[in-house]
Protein backbone atom coordinates (compact mmCIF):
# COMPACT_ATOMS: atom_id res chain seq x y z
CA UNK A 1 0.00 0.00 0.00
CA UNK A 2 2.79 2.44 0.69
CA UNK A 3 4.87 1.56 -2.70
CA UNK A 4 1.34 2.34 -4.06
CA UNK A 5 0.66 5.02 -2.89
CA UNK A 6 4.41 6.78 -3.56
CA UNK A 7 3.58 5.55 -7.28
CA UNK A 8 0.33 7.86 -7.15
CA UNK A 9 2.42 10.62 -5.40
CA UNK A 10 4.94 10.95 -7.90
CA UNK A 11 2.71 10.75 -10.69
CA UNK A 12 0.02 13.66 -9.23
CA UNK A 13 -2.92 11.57 -10.25
CA UNK A 14 -5.25 14.00 -8.75
CA UNK A 15 -4.50 16.13 -11.59
CA UNK A 16 -5.28 13.78 -13.95
CA UNK A 17 -9.01 14.60 -14.35
CA UNK A 18 -7.87 17.80 -15.32
CA UNK A 19 -5.65 16.31 -18.43
CA UNK A 20 -9.03 14.28 -19.21
CA UNK A 21 -10.91 17.26 -19.71
CA UNK A 22 -8.43 18.77 -21.95
CA UNK A 23 -8.49 15.95 -24.11
CA UNK A 24 -12.38 15.89 -24.24
CA UNK A 25 -12.77 19.42 -25.31
CA UNK A 26 -10.16 19.10 -27.83
CA UNK A 27 -12.10 16.20 -29.70
CA UNK A 28 -15.60 18.04 -29.10
CA UNK A 29 -13.85 21.47 -30.65
CA UNK A 30 -12.32 18.57 -33.51
CA UNK A 31 -16.31 18.14 -34.02
CA UNK A 32 -15.62 15.06 -32.70
CA UNK A 33 -18.89 12.52 -31.47
CA UNK A 34 -19.33 11.55 -28.05
CA UNK A 35 -19.02 8.85 -26.41
CA UNK A 36 -16.36 7.13 -28.62
CA UNK A 37 -14.07 4.42 -27.97
CA UNK A 38 -11.20 6.45 -29.87
CA UNK A 39 -11.71 9.13 -27.71
CA UNK A 40 -11.24 6.98 -24.55
CA UNK A 41 -8.30 4.95 -25.51
CA UNK A 42 -6.55 8.58 -26.43
CA UNK A 43 -7.29 9.99 -22.63
CA UNK A 44 -5.91 6.67 -21.41
CA UNK A 45 -3.01 7.22 -23.46
CA UNK A 46 -2.25 10.90 -22.18
CA UNK A 47 -2.85 9.78 -19.33
CA UNK A 48 0.05 7.47 -18.95
CA UNK A 49 2.25 9.85 -20.42
CA UNK A 50 1.32 12.74 -17.82
CA UNK A 51 2.01 10.38 -14.81
CA UNK A 52 5.53 9.40 -17.13
CA UNK A 53 6.06 12.85 -16.88
CA UNK A 54 5.46 13.71 -13.58
CA UNK A 55 7.58 10.49 -12.53
CA UNK A 56 10.80 11.62 -14.79
CA UNK A 57 10.07 14.82 -13.27
CA UNK A 58 11.08 13.80 -10.27
CA UNK A 59 13.39 12.02 -11.12
CA UNK A 60 15.57 14.77 -13.19
CA UNK A 61 14.85 16.65 -9.62
CA UNK A 62 16.50 14.44 -7.35
CA UNK A 63 19.43 16.05 -6.19
CA UNK A 64 17.80 19.44 -6.35
CA UNK A 65 15.13 17.77 -3.74
CA UNK A 66 17.36 16.22 -1.51
CA UNK A 67 18.36 19.67 -0.75
CA UNK A 68 15.32 21.35 -0.60
CA UNK A 69 12.16 19.15 -0.34
CA UNK A 70 13.48 16.00 1.54
CA UNK A 71 9.77 15.14 1.88
CA UNK A 72 9.58 13.92 -2.03
CA UNK A 73 9.59 10.06 -2.69
CA UNK A 74 12.69 9.72 -3.53
CA UNK A 75 14.60 11.63 -1.32
CA UNK A 76 12.81 10.39 1.37
CA UNK A 77 13.99 6.90 0.54
CA UNK A 78 9.93 6.00 -0.47
CA UNK A 79 11.37 4.81 -3.65
CA UNK A 80 14.62 4.71 -5.41
CA UNK A 81 15.64 6.91 -8.33
CA UNK A 82 16.88 4.10 -10.14
CA UNK A 83 12.95 2.52 -9.81
CA UNK A 84 11.58 6.14 -10.63
CA UNK A 85 13.54 6.24 -14.10
CA UNK A 86 11.98 2.65 -14.74
CA UNK A 87 8.76 3.55 -14.05
CA UNK A 88 8.83 7.13 -15.84
CA UNK A 89 10.12 5.15 -19.09
CA UNK A 90 7.64 2.27 -19.12
CA UNK A 91 4.11 4.64 -18.27
CA UNK A 92 5.65 6.67 -21.25
CA UNK A 93 6.28 3.89 -23.66
CA UNK A 94 3.06 1.94 -22.51
CA UNK A 95 1.20 5.81 -22.92
CA UNK A 96 3.07 6.24 -27.01
CA UNK A 97 1.98 2.55 -27.52
CA UNK A 98 -1.83 3.18 -26.21
CA UNK A 99 -2.22 6.44 -28.54
CA UNK A 100 0.12 5.05 -31.88
CA UNK A 101 -1.36 1.41 -31.58
CA UNK A 102 -5.01 2.39 -30.67
CA UNK A 103 -6.09 6.14 -32.00
CA UNK A 104 -5.35 7.61 -35.34
CA UNK A 105 -3.62 10.43 -33.58
CA UNK A 106 -1.02 11.98 -35.85
CA UNK A 107 1.92 10.68 -34.60
CA UNK A 108 4.40 14.19 -35.03
CA UNK A 109 1.72 16.05 -32.50
CA UNK A 110 2.58 12.94 -30.42
CA UNK A 111 6.30 13.68 -30.66
CA UNK A 112 6.15 16.65 -30.12
CA UNK A 113 4.12 16.35 -27.24
CA UNK A 114 6.83 13.79 -25.35
CA UNK A 115 9.45 16.15 -26.39
CA UNK A 116 7.97 18.41 -24.35
CA UNK A 117 7.93 17.01 -21.41
CA UNK A 118 11.17 15.55 -21.55
CA UNK A 119 12.12 19.41 -22.07
CA UNK A 120 10.66 20.85 -19.01
CA UNK A 121 11.64 17.85 -16.97
CA UNK A 122 15.67 18.56 -17.86
CA UNK A 123 15.29 22.11 -18.02
CA UNK A 124 12.76 23.67 -15.61
CA UNK A 125 15.24 23.68 -12.59
CA UNK A 126 17.68 25.41 -15.02
CA UNK A 127 15.68 28.09 -17.32
CA UNK A 128 13.13 29.96 -16.00
CA UNK A 129 11.19 30.21 -19.24
CA UNK A 130 10.68 26.38 -19.33
CA UNK A 131 7.03 27.36 -18.03
CA UNK A 132 6.26 28.07 -21.41
CA UNK A 133 6.96 24.42 -21.90
CA UNK A 134 4.95 22.89 -19.60
CA UNK A 135 1.66 24.79 -21.23
CA UNK A 136 3.08 23.55 -24.48
CA UNK A 137 2.68 20.45 -23.07
CA UNK A 138 -1.34 21.50 -22.41
CA UNK A 139 -1.78 22.82 -25.46
CA UNK A 140 -0.49 19.70 -27.46
CA UNK A 141 -3.35 17.87 -26.10
CA UNK A 142 -5.87 19.59 -27.18
CA UNK A 143 -4.05 19.75 -30.40
CA UNK A 144 -3.83 15.63 -30.13
CA UNK A 145 -7.77 15.39 -29.37
CA UNK A 146 -8.62 17.81 -32.15
CA UNK A 147 -6.67 16.40 -34.53
CA UNK A 148 -8.01 13.07 -34.34
CA UNK A 149 -11.70 13.90 -33.86
CA UNK A 150 -11.42 15.45 -37.65
CA UNK A 151 -8.81 13.11 -39.05
CA UNK A 152 -6.71 16.21 -39.76
CA UNK A 153 -2.87 15.57 -40.08
CA UNK A 154 -2.19 19.24 -41.21
CA UNK A 155 -2.01 21.72 -38.40
CA UNK A 156 -2.19 24.91 -41.15
CA UNK A 157 -6.41 23.30 -41.79
CA UNK A 158 -7.33 23.18 -37.61
CA UNK A 159 -9.52 25.98 -36.78
CA UNK A 160 -8.58 28.96 -35.23
CA UNK A 161 -10.41 28.52 -32.31
CA UNK A 162 -8.17 25.53 -31.00
CA UNK A 163 -5.31 28.06 -31.80
CA UNK A 164 -6.34 31.00 -29.66
CA UNK A 165 -7.13 27.51 -26.95
CA UNK A 166 -3.66 26.93 -27.05
CA UNK A 167 -2.40 29.81 -26.65
CA UNK A 168 -4.62 30.21 -23.68
CA UNK A 169 -3.46 27.39 -21.56
CA UNK A 170 -0.21 27.72 -22.39
CA UNK A 171 0.01 31.78 -20.89
CA UNK A 172 -2.12 30.57 -17.95
CA UNK A 173 -0.27 27.32 -17.30
CA UNK A 174 2.82 29.19 -17.96
CA UNK A 175 2.18 31.92 -14.97
CA UNK A 176 0.87 28.77 -12.91
CA UNK A 177 4.02 27.25 -13.15
CA UNK A 178 5.67 30.37 -12.65
CA UNK A 179 3.54 30.05 -9.08
CA UNK A 180 4.66 27.15 -8.41
CA UNK A 181 8.37 27.38 -8.66
CA UNK A 182 8.08 29.96 -5.78
CA UNK A 183 6.14 27.76 -4.02
CA UNK A 184 9.98 26.33 -2.41
CA UNK A 185 11.59 30.19 -2.98
CA UNK A 186 13.08 29.17 -6.35
CA UNK A 187 11.91 32.59 -7.91
CA UNK A 188 9.77 35.72 -6.35
CA UNK A 189 7.17 35.86 -9.50
CA UNK A 190 3.95 34.98 -7.76
CA UNK A 191 3.12 38.47 -7.15
CA UNK A 192 3.56 40.09 -10.74
CA UNK A 193 1.04 42.18 -12.06
CA UNK A 194 1.34 39.74 -15.20
CA UNK A 195 0.75 36.42 -13.74
CA UNK A 196 -2.56 38.03 -11.98
CA UNK A 197 -3.84 39.06 -15.66
CA UNK A 198 -2.47 35.63 -16.91
CA UNK A 199 -4.83 33.64 -14.41
CA UNK A 200 -7.89 35.64 -15.34
CA UNK A 201 -7.58 33.94 -19.16
CA UNK A 202 -10.07 31.48 -18.35
CA UNK A 203 -12.94 33.85 -17.72
CA UNK A 204 -12.16 34.73 -21.42
CA UNK A 205 -13.67 31.77 -22.72
CA UNK A 206 -17.66 32.44 -22.05
CA UNK A 207 -17.48 36.63 -23.02
CA UNK A 208 -16.38 34.76 -26.30
CA UNK A 209 -19.99 33.37 -25.95
CA UNK A 210 -20.86 37.32 -26.15
CA UNK A 211 -19.87 38.07 -29.38
CA UNK A 212 -19.86 34.59 -31.42
CA UNK A 213 -23.45 34.02 -32.85
CA UNK A 214 -23.27 30.60 -34.24
CA UNK A 215 -22.75 29.25 -30.18
CA UNK A 216 -26.59 28.93 -28.72
CA UNK A 217 -26.11 29.79 -25.32
CA UNK A 218 -28.28 32.17 -23.13
CA UNK A 219 -27.09 35.42 -21.40
CA UNK A 220 -27.80 34.39 -17.69
CA UNK A 221 -25.70 30.85 -18.02
CA UNK A 222 -23.14 32.52 -19.18
CA UNK A 223 -23.10 35.32 -16.64
CA UNK A 224 -22.97 32.51 -14.08
CA UNK A 225 -19.93 30.71 -16.12
CA UNK A 226 -18.30 34.06 -16.02
CA UNK A 227 -18.62 34.73 -12.13
CA UNK A 228 -18.06 31.02 -10.90
CA UNK A 229 -14.86 30.75 -13.41
CA UNK A 230 -14.15 34.95 -11.77
CA UNK A 231 -14.50 33.61 -8.28
CA UNK A 232 -12.91 30.73 -8.40
CA UNK A 233 -9.48 32.02 -9.91
CA UNK A 234 -9.68 35.55 -7.47
CA UNK A 235 -10.28 32.98 -4.35
CA UNK A 236 -6.88 30.74 -5.27
CA UNK A 237 -4.74 33.91 -6.05
CA UNK A 238 -6.24 35.44 -2.50
CA UNK A 239 -4.98 31.91 -1.13
CA UNK A 240 -1.53 32.18 -2.62
CA UNK A 241 -1.25 36.23 -1.34
CA UNK A 242 -2.01 34.85 2.57
CA UNK A 243 1.02 32.28 1.95
CA UNK A 244 -1.17 29.55 1.42
CA UNK A 245 1.05 28.89 -1.65
CA UNK A 246 0.32 24.90 -2.34
CA UNK A 247 -3.78 25.19 -1.66
CA UNK A 248 -3.75 28.03 -4.62
CA UNK A 249 -1.53 26.07 -6.57
CA UNK A 250 -3.91 23.03 -6.35
CA UNK A 251 -7.34 25.36 -6.67
CA UNK A 252 -5.29 26.61 -9.41
CA UNK A 253 -4.68 23.09 -11.34
CA UNK A 254 -8.57 22.16 -10.91
CA UNK A 255 -9.56 25.87 -12.56
CA UNK A 256 -7.80 23.56 -15.70
CA UNK A 257 -11.34 21.86 -15.97
CA UNK A 258 -13.28 25.46 -15.18
CA UNK A 259 -11.57 26.66 -17.86
CA UNK A 260 -12.15 23.39 -20.29
CA UNK A 261 -15.83 23.83 -19.18
CA UNK A 262 -15.75 27.55 -20.80
CA UNK A 263 -15.39 26.77 -23.56
CA UNK A 264 -17.18 23.45 -24.03
CA UNK A 265 -20.04 25.71 -23.39
CA UNK A 266 -19.53 26.84 -26.73
CA UNK A 267 -19.89 23.24 -28.35
CA UNK A 268 -22.38 21.24 -25.95
CA UNK A 269 -23.43 21.74 -22.59
CA UNK A 270 -22.89 17.19 -21.72
CA UNK A 271 -18.90 18.16 -21.94
CA UNK A 272 -19.37 21.32 -20.09
CA UNK A 273 -21.17 19.10 -16.73
CA UNK A 274 -18.24 16.38 -17.44
CA UNK A 275 -15.65 19.63 -16.84
CA UNK A 276 -17.37 20.39 -13.68
CA UNK A 277 -17.85 16.87 -12.16
CA UNK A 278 -13.65 16.63 -13.30
CA UNK A 279 -12.98 19.86 -11.60
CA UNK A 280 -15.03 18.54 -8.24
CA UNK A 281 -13.14 15.47 -8.51
CA UNK A 282 -9.53 17.11 -8.98
CA UNK A 283 -10.59 19.00 -5.81
CA UNK A 284 -11.31 16.22 -3.96
CA UNK A 285 -8.20 13.89 -5.15
CA UNK A 286 -5.67 16.70 -3.86
CA UNK A 287 -6.72 15.96 -0.32
CA UNK A 288 -5.48 12.64 -0.45
CA UNK A 289 -2.82 12.77 -3.03
CA UNK A 290 -0.56 16.07 -3.41
CA UNK A 291 -1.76 18.22 -6.09
CA UNK A 292 2.64 19.54 -6.53
Same mark, same amino acid.
Given at each position: ???? &??? !??????????????????????? &?????? !????? !???????????????? $??? $?? +??? &? +??? *??? *????????? &???????????????????? !???????ILVGLVAAILLYDWLHKRWSGSVLLMGICRALVYYLGYCTARFEMALPDVSNFIHILALGVVLYIGSLTMIARGERGETDTAKGIIVRILLMLPVAYPVIALICDFFVVTLPVLITCICVVAVWIIWCRSLIDVGRVPQGIGGGIAGIALYDASVALLYDGRVCVFCLLAFVLTLVLQRVVPPT
Amino acid at each position: MNLL &RTI !LVLGRVSNLPTVWTNVVVGWVVG &RGMMPD !LELIW !LVVGISLLYWAGMALN $DAF $DV +EWD &R +EHA *PER *PIPSGAISA &RATWGLGIGLMVAGCAVVLL !LTTAPWFILVGLVAAILLYDWLHKRWSGSVLLMGICRALVYYLGYCTARFEMALPDVSNFIHILALGVVLYIGSLTMIARGERGETDTAKGIIVRILLMLPVAYPVIALICDFFVVTLPVLITCICVVAVWIIWCRSLIDVGRVPQGIGGGIAGIALYDASVALLYDGRVCVFCLLAFVLTLVLQRVVPPT
